[in-house]
């Protein structure tokens, strides 16, 4: 998962990130940088420039999801709770929306980062007794019935903000 400290120039943050086919959405100095159903968030500082305070993330409703590796899938968490199995196109267009974020404000792609998905809540213990081993305990989410409608929203590109 990339950590960004970095402060770009508002230029670049609200001109050249829109050229470059992002939706770019500001209020009381947040920025909001969407595309393919992904999103990321700048805040104003006091000198004069953004930071990133929102990675890359899928959105979901409007929401921005945290990406969870349970071990045997990924899951999209809400900070309410809910939990959505994370699709494959998803995942593609976080990496397409992830790559071209970076490209367009100069920061490193590294390689484990390269290779593919990176979650930020991951739980890999699966010895029974240790913490971690039931994945839904260590995380605290609850199960939704909402997949269905949800999943087939993000496969026609409907469902994200």
Known sequence: MWEVKEHFEAPLILEKLHTLGFAVG????????????????????????????????IMMNGQFTRLWDAGYQKFLLLDDGRKYPALAGQLVNLRMFNEELRTAIGVPTYYNEALGSTCRVTVYDRLKGRPGDDPEKSVKTFATVEYRRLSSAAKTGEGAS
């Open 26 to 57: 500001s209020t009381r100095g947040v920025v909001r940088v969407e595309k393919y159903g992904c999103g990321a968030e700048f805040r104003h500082t006091p000198d004069g420039t953004y930071q990133m305070t929102i990675l890359p993330s």
